[in-house]
């Protein structure tokens, strides 16, 4: 992870550095195992290391932002104007204080008020969920297309609701740190949503589950949609079944791979 900030040029500090480790061991205690150990080389990640995380069904971030480029990838640039994502890292950064700052000054290079929706892939108590941000650009007032937040849990058991001041307080500091007009008290009425979806089966496929609500979502995403009027359509708890998500990874493996 440290590599793949600096390749994309963000510099960091060897505190810094530390920090980011602590938060991976905080968040991802539960797949360190899936880590490949062998002494580094000087050459980039075999392709073939990170496809041993598909084949255990453990998805490390690691493994996660390589699945996501490949997906992302896959995707037409008319598709993807539409789109926007933030790192698999960034929410859990953003929780120390001492990185908050950076991730905000990271996320204003994104323009992620340009776009109509906005992915934040969370990994937070060994458990993956997807946050998708709708419509931040548009008026807080708006009745047509007002902003509005998804979380999507493969784990409702697991009570996503718990992420919501985090959450809010990170969505805030966002509309703070763009120099955004709308009050605090607006910002805080943005609707948070959780939409009833398919469910893991298993304490291993939150990580799968959290790729293909991507996926989906980009395929399916309306114009606009209202919360008055319910979630998108195609948002369901029969959204899609196993099978799908099988198919899904197959499909994933045969696309071109990418470096890391």
Known sequence: MVAHLHAQKKRMTKREIEEIKEIFEFTTPCFSNTFPHHERSKRRTN?????????????????????????WKSFSDDKKSSFGYLDCLWFSFYLKTSSREKVLNWIKKKRIFSKK???????CWNHWSL????????????????????????????????????????????????????????????PMLVPKVPQQRNGEECGN?????????????????????????FMK???????????????????????L
């Open 47 to 71: 392709c073939k290391n990170i496809i041993i995380h598909k084949e255990k069904k453990k998805l490390d971030t690691a493994a996660f932002e390589w699945y996501f480029r490949n997906l």
């Open 117 to 123: 929706y906005v992915f934040v892939p969370i990994v």
């Open 131 to 190: 946050l998708i941000l709708c419509h931040f650009g548009e008026s807080l007032e708006s009745k047509i297309r007002a902003p509005c937040m998804l979380l999507l849990d493969s784990l409702q058991m697991a009570n996503p609701k718990r992420l919501e001041p985090n959450i809010r307080k990170f969505v805030f500091d966002i509309y703070k740190e763009e120099g955004r007009p709308e009050s605090k008290q607006l910002i805080t009425k943005i």
């Open 209 to 233: 589950f959290v790729l293909y609500f991507i996926n989906l979502f980009m395929d399916g995403a309306p114009e606009n949609f209202s919360v008055s009027e319910g979630y998108p359509y």
């Open 237 to 259: 708890k029969n959204w899609f079944g196993p099978e799908a998500l099988e198919h899904f990874f197959r499909k994933l493996d045969s696309i071109p791979k990418l470096d």
